[in-house]
């Protein structure tokens, strides 16, 4: 019997195809693949698969991706007859035979245009299986490739050329009750730099963790791609390129397509906005423009420093020291890195009698250029001054490393590889139980593996990591699962607590009240086999405590009638009528 020839779904079907087999022939194997990615449409099309009489079991998931196959020609049907409880049981098994991430997110986005109630079904039950294929690292790759996959936006683009009809165009949308939008202009795309009108795809997949981590029904929220034009000459030159063909926005551009867009945005009422892998000098200008005047974070900055603030008071507790006993040092100093290092120096600030400049010298950094300190404030950008400390300079990380003999470590410079055998032996020397922490996303960007980590420093890390990493089996054949430090836990608690209490702002509070409400959920026994998190599988219980949490601690920022009055349970019994569920499902605040 003649073999499937290449591409991953033709493998699949191979692989699916019964004894009694009916033959296609190259032309209708080829007009399948037609809306699949090139490197699943090869030259030779033919495969076998089973047609006859007995009913193929062909999983549902390929009749989104081959919309031909569920015509009448064949009998299709799914694995098993399924029931609207069961459906997401079967459909996660037939994602999980897709052979590669790329082809997972493809087969996902597909089954979100074509039925959004069975995707969020799938997603909301199998949130942690499915996360990886959302979001990071495999929206890392679809971001990359966004322009020449065979994808439907499900968002607003709105470009330089749409200057002075913004919000013409907001206004035409279909959705007339928007409350949550994220918002990016593709500059900084995770660690992979100006990615463009390509952006949109990061817009997508945080806005879609609203609904699966939050329960904001997705009817509320509106993914945008600001379209300023893109430096990334690959993308310029690609013909498959969908955005603007021209260089980034001058400073006046961006500010005035900004301007309006915020404007615009007010016209729909209450809106929280998250902004979104903006480059590092507009980020803060972002945030310092209207921070204050509107429901508004950026989760790059805040998000970010947040959820690692949760992982260093987890892992301080499993070492058995206080945060103020800790010297933090971080490799890289953009806008992750300093957001970091200004809300641990807040927590201390707030937690002790220790001033806010106190608090700050618990941090130091190492750039690219060497350690940040005084000698060179001169030429830091602004961001980096509150941390130019009166030290010596040291040329790179490891001078540095040994001058200041760092308690934890943090990665956030996107360089891979730069936590290697040496900085943890360091470590190991410095620290009974060094706390190592590669936050770069995508995995490719990490500083360094789980499994290097682990073996590097004897067992003895405490680690968390931006992109998950496969658990290891130790010397004894116990298999150790690393923790990651997922924005996921933070962002959408925070923009859902906004939302629901109408705040007016959103301060750096907020975030302090999360993450320690996050920490204090790690339990005795989860630090013992290396747990710094909740469990993700409980997301949704997670996030409606935090959400009960912050607005009960942040009444003030509420704009609802009678909400400094509310007690911490009505707070957590309006966050729990407000979970969304898609139809046919259990409530989810029966298990609350």
Same mark, same amino acid.
């Given at each position: 019997?003649?073999?499937?020839?290449?591409?991953?779904?033709?493998?699949?079907?191979?692989?699916?195809?019964?004894?009694?087999?009916?033959?296609?022939?190259?032309?209708?194997?080829?007009?399948?693949?037609?809306?699949?990615?090139?490197?699943?449409?090869?030259?030779?099309?033919?495969?076998?698969?089973?047609?006859?009489?007995?009913?193929?079991?062909?999983?549902?998931?390929?009749?989104?991706?081959?919309?031909?196959?569920?015509?009448?020609?064949?009998?299709?049907?799914?694995?098993?007859?399924?029931?609207?409880?069961?459906?997401?049981?079967?459909?996660?098994?037939?994602?999980?035979?897709?052979?590669?991430?790329?082809?997972?997110?493809?087969?996902?986005?597909?089954?979100?245009?074509?039925?959004?109630?069975?995707?969020?079904?799938?997603?909301?039950?199998?949130?942690?299986?499915?996360?990886?294929?959302?979001?990071?690292?495999?929206?890392?790759?679809?971001?990359?490739?966004?322009?020449?996959?065979?994808?439907?936006?499900?968002?607003?683009?709105?470009?330089?050329?749409?200057?002075?009809?913004?919000?013409?165009?907001?206004?035409?949308?279909?959705?007339?009750?928007?409350?949550?939008?994220?918002?990016?202009?593709?500059? @900084? *795309?995770?660690? $992979? &730099?100006?990615?463009? =009108?390509?952006?949109?795809?990061?817009?997508?997949?945080?806005?879609? %963790?609203?609904?699966?981590?939050?329960?904001?029904?997705?009817?509320?929220?509106?993914?945008?791609?600001?379209?300023?034009?893109?430096?990334?000459?690959?993308?310029?030159?690609?013909?498959?390129?969908?955005?603007?063909?021209?260089?980034?926005?001058?400073?006046?551009?961006?500010?005035?397509?900004?301007?309006?867009?915020?404007?615009?945005?007010?016209?729909?009422?209450?809106?929280?906005?998250?902004?979104?892998?903006?480059?590092?000098?507009?980020?803060?200008?972002?945030?310092?423009?209207?921070?204050?005047?509107?429901?508004?974070?950026?989760?790059?900055?805040?998000?970010?420093?947040?959820?690692?603030?949760?992982?260093?008071?987890?892992?301080?507790?499993?070492?058995?020291?206080?945060?103020?006993?800790? @010297? *933090?040092?971080? $490799? &890289?100093?953009?806008? =992750?890195?300093?957001?970091?290092?200004?809300?641990?120096?807040?927590? %201390?600030?707030?937690?002790?009698?220790?001033?806010?400049?106190?608090?700050?010298?618990?941090?130091?950094?190492?750039?690219?250029?060497?350690?940040?300190?005084?000698?060179?404030?001169?030429?830091?950008?602004?961001?980096?001054?509150?941390?130019?400390?009166?030290?010596?300079?040291?040329?790179?990380?490891?001078?540095?490393?040994?001058?200041?003999?760092?308690?934890?470590?943090?990665?956030?410079?996107?360089?891979?590889?730069?936590?290697?055998?040496?900085?943890?032996?360091?470590?190991?020397?410095?620290?009974?139980?060094?706390?190592?922490?590669?936050?770069?996303?995508?995995?490719?960007?990490?500083?360094?593996?789980?499994?290097?980590?682990?073996?590097?420093?004897?067992?003895?890390?405490?680690?968390?990591?931006?992109?998950?990493?496969?658990?290891?089996?130790? =010397?004894?054949?116990?298999?150790?699962?690393?923790?990651?430090?997922?924005?996921?836990?933070?962002?959408?608690?925070?923009?859902?607590?906004?939302?629901?209490?109408?705040?007016?702002?959103?301060?750096?509070?907020?975030?302090?009240?999360?993450?320690?409400?996050?920490?204090?959920?790690?339990?005795?026994?989860?630090?013992?086999?290396?747990?710094?998190?909740?469990?993700?599988?409980?997301?949704?219980?997670?996030?409606?405590?935090?959400?009960?949490?912050?607005?009960?601690?942040?009444?003030?920022?509420?704009?609802?009638?009678?909400?400094?009055?509310?007690?911490?349970?009505?707070?957590?019994?309006?966050?729990?009528?407000?979970?969304?569920?898609?139809?046919?499902?259990?409530?989810?605040?029966?298990?609350?």
């Amino acid at each position: 019997m003649q073999k499937v020839v290449n591409g991953p779904l033709l493998s699949l079907l191979n692989s699916l195809r019964r004894r009694e087999s009916t033959f296609f022939n190259t032309s209708v194997a080829t007009s399948l693949c037609n809306d699949w990615p090139t490197s699943a449409r090869q030259t030779s099309a033919r495969f076998y698969c089973s047609l006859s009489n007995r009913s193929m079991a062909l999983p549902k998931v390929l009749s989104f991706c081959f919309p031909a196959l569920s015509g009448s020609q064949s009998t299709v049907r799914p694995i098993v007859e399924q029931t609207e409880h069961s459906r997401p049981m079967v459909t996660l098994a037939e994602i999980e035979r897709l052979p590669l991430p790329i082809d997972k997110y493809i087969a996902l986005r597909d089954m979100k245009t074509k039925g959004s109630d069975d995707y969020y079904r799938l997603l909301m039950r199998h949130t942690q299986e499915v996360l990886p294929f959302i979001y990071t690292p495999t929206v890392g790759e679809a971001c990359q490739r966004y322009h020449e996959l065979p994808l439907t936006t499900h968002g607003l683009y709105i470009s330089l050329e749409d200057s002075g009809k913004v919000l013409q165009k907001i206004q035409a949308l279909p959705q007339k009750d928007i409350r949550i939008i994220v918002v990016t202009d593709g500059e @900084r *795309i995770l660690g $992979l &730099g100006d990615l463009g =009108a390509n952006g949109m795809g990061i817009s997508e997949g945080k806005i879609t %963790l609203y609904t699966a981590a939050a329960g904001v029904d997705p009817k509320y929220c509106l993914p945008v791609c600001l379209d300023m034009g893109t430096n990334n000459k690959k993308l310029l030159v690609d013909p498959k390129y969908k955005g603007l063909r021209r260089p980034r926005a001058t400073q006046t551009e961006f500010d005035s397509l900004v301007s309006e867009f915020m404007s615009a945005v007010k016209s729909l009422g209450h809106v929280m906005v998250q902004y979104e892998d903006f480059g590092n000098t507009n980020a803060f200008r972002l945030l310092q423009t209207y921070k204050k005047t509107a429901c508004c974070f950026n989760d790059d900055i805040e998000g970010t420093a947040a959820i690692t603030l949760t992982t260093v008071l987890a892992a301080v507790r499993g070492t058995g020291r206080q945060l103020a006993d800790q @010297r *933090i040092m971080f $490799l &890289g100093a953009g806008e =992750a890195g300093t957001g970091i290092g200004q809300l641990i120096a807040y927590s %201390l600030h707030k937690r002790s009698e220790m001033s806010m400049q106190d608090a700050l010298q618990h941090c130091t950094y190492v750039d690219s250029k060497g350690l940040v300190c005084a000698s060179r404030r001169n030429e830091l950008q602004h961001h980096k001054i509150p941390f130019a400390h009166d030290i010596p300079f040291c040329p790179d990380l490891k001078t540095a490393m040994k001058q200041v003999r760092p308690t934890v470590l943090i990665g956030v410079s996107t360089v891979p590889g730069s936590f290697d055998k040496e900085v943890m032996d360091m470590m190991c020397e410095f620290n009974e139980r060094p706390i190592i922490l590669p936050l770069s996303n995508p995995t490719s960007k990490a500083e360094c593996t789980f499994e290097e980590a682990y073996k590097w420093t004897n067992g003895k890390v405490i680690f968390a990591s931006g992109s998950p990493f496969d658990p290891i089996k130790n =010397a004894e054949g116990v298999v150790i699962s690393p923790a990651q430090a997922n924005n996921a836990y933070v962002f959408p608690a925070i923009g859902h607590a906004a939302s629901l209490a109408k705040w007016t702002s959103i301060p750096d509070d907020a975030f302090l009240l999360c993450a320690e409400a996050l920490a204090d959920m790690t339990t005795a026994e989860d630090l013992k086999v290396g747990r710094l998190f909740p469990p993700f599988s409980k997301i949704m219980e997670v996030s409606t405590d935090v959400m009960a949490h912050v607005m009960w601690k942040l009444p003030e920022l509420s704009q609802l009638p009678n909400a400094q009055n509310m007690t911490k349970e009505q707070w957590r019994q309006l966050a729990s009528s407000h979970l969304w569920r898609p139809a046919g499902s259990p409530s989810l605040s029966s298990k609350l």
